[in-house]
């Protein structure tokens, strides 16, 4: 093992002085592979977060989401009415709890510096429980402390550093939310977002027992639900099925016709991601390709370049397994200064991915992590073996005495060439008052040009 480790940082020394003695050639290999491997780590950071990585709530497995649908169309979708969130509550023994959440809201807000439209969001004060999110100061908010003008809201940490300098006594403090009084009492943790992409500075309270919900006509709220352990999504669907056409029989003018679907949350947030997400991944690996593509080619027309150096390996007895391994680890050093430069272009990546899409659900937790790292390691070994694999295989197959016949073809044409300047100049300087000085010239010509081939 130890005289591997001293071959291999052999070769790594060898090429890295072979790489420096061509800075422009390192440059343009470097920065085609590092544009390469940087888009794919964008893109693979973006199916990391929304598709890879678990939710940042606690068991998410057991999250789903409940949507009403149209039994003639099986792949509608719409929120139910908010009143039936106590009936599904009351009737079903497959959920824990069930909440219910609004999408990114606005409202504008006054009575804390300038009037202006914040970011609202419209939640059961059960929600927060279902998804194991705790306020760092103060209580979430009541059912019943959601009135015609009066309601009590949870605000944000970024909110409340912004708007209140963190002070540990803004619980109580009220402002407007469109004329409608509010008064803190509590502060979520940074990080806590809603499903629909963005960030929210206020929460306010839905109450579904309250009678402007009983015509059963609102349909804007989503319905999130925590299995119990132990039941499998199957076993909800039929369970809500069953109250679907208990609510049907009972509530016949609004619920005729309409069923229930239960889905994974993650499926429901990131139904969207695999259909646009894996197509484009293989858009960028194709660019990659591409580079790789030119990349060998650089590698081959360097090889070309340097066949006088492969044959004088092999004449001292390098085998071909050797002159291979030493032309990856070469491929290998580009590869990795492209990856690492992909890595740092991958930060640019992300914000500029960010700005073109806008905002999507878990999008602040697109990051660089473990796990792009190691997929950018991956790639970037990846593309070593591709842009150096063939130009090794075709520079181990030289053939040595070719390449020397060539060298000395090349050297005696070079005499030869030195051998006619030299008459031309003997003749020209002597006149024919100087056959001493031609026939001294002649005398060194003659045995030149009689081993140049062809004369």
Request: hydrophobic residues 45%; proline residues 5%.
């Amino acid at each position: 093992m130890k005289r591997l480790l001293e071959t291999i940082w052999g070769d790594v020394r060898v090429a890295w002085r072979g790489l420096m003695k061509s800075p422009g050639f390192v440059a343009v290999v470097v920065i085609s592979l590092a544009l390469g491997i940087a888009a794919n780590s964008t893109i693979y950071s973006v199916l990391n977060a929304v598709l890879y990585r678990p939710l940042p709530y606690p068991e998410p497995e057991r999250l789903t989401v409940i949507w009403q649908s149209e039994r003639a169309h099986p792949e509608s979708r719409q929120g139910p009415a908010i009143a039936e969130n106590l009936d599904w509550k009351k009737q079903n023994r497959a959920f824990e709890d069930i909440a219910l959440t609004s999408g990114r809201d606005a409202a504008a807000v006054s009575g804390i510096g300038e009037p202006r439209t914040l970011r609202t969001q419209y939640v059961t004060p059960n929600f927060f429980g279902l998804l194991g999110a705790k306020p760092i100061l103060g209580r979430v908010f009541e059912g019943q402390e959601a009135q015609d003008w009066t309601q009590t809201v949870v605000i944000s940490e970024e909110f409340w550093k912004r708007e209140f300098n963190s002070d540990p006594g803004v619980l109580g403090e009220s402002f407007d939310i469109e004329a409608i009084s509010s008064t803190v009492v509590g502060v979520m943790p940074a990080g806590f977002a809603p499903f629909y992409g963005g960030r929210i500075d206020i929460w306010q309270p839905i109450n579904p027992a309250n009678t402007r919900y009983s015509t059963r006509i609102d349909h804007w709220l989503m319905p999130v639900g925590r299995l119990k352990k132990g039941v499998t999504i199957e076993q909800a669907q039929v369970e809500m099925e069953v109250i679907a056409k208990r609510m049907e029989e009972e509530y016949p003018q609004t619920n005729k016709g309409l069923g229930l679907k239960v889905f994974p949350l993650r499926q429901d947030l990131y139904r969207w991601a695999g259909p646009a997400l894996y197509p484009l991944l293989g858009a960028v690996a194709f660019v990659l390709l591409i580079g790789c593509v030119n990349v060998a080619n650089l590698m081959q027309f360097r090889t070309e370049t340097r066949r006088k150096e492969y044959a004088l390996r092999v004449s001292l007895g390098a085998g071909r397994g050797r002159l291979i391994q030493q032309l990856l680890t070469e491929s290998g050093l580009l590869a990795l200064a492209g990856g690492l430069a992909g890595v740092a272009l991958t930060f640019v990546g992300i914000k500029l991915f960010l700005v073109l899409v806008g905002d999507f659900p878990n999008a602040a937790s697109i990051r660089v992590d473990g796990s792009v790292l190691l997929f950018t390691l991956g790639i970037s070994l990846a593309t070593a073996v591709l842009v150096g694999l063939l130009p090794s295989i075709q520079a181990s197959r030289m053939d040595l005495n070719a390449v020397l016949r060539e060298g000395e073809r090349k050297t005696t044409s070079g005499a030869s060439l030195l051998a006619r300047h030299t008459l031309v100049v003997g003749g020209d300087g002597a006149g024919d008052g100087a056959a001493g000085r031609s026939r001294v010239v002649d005398q060194y010509a003659g045995p030149i040009a009689a081993s140049e081939p062809g004369i």
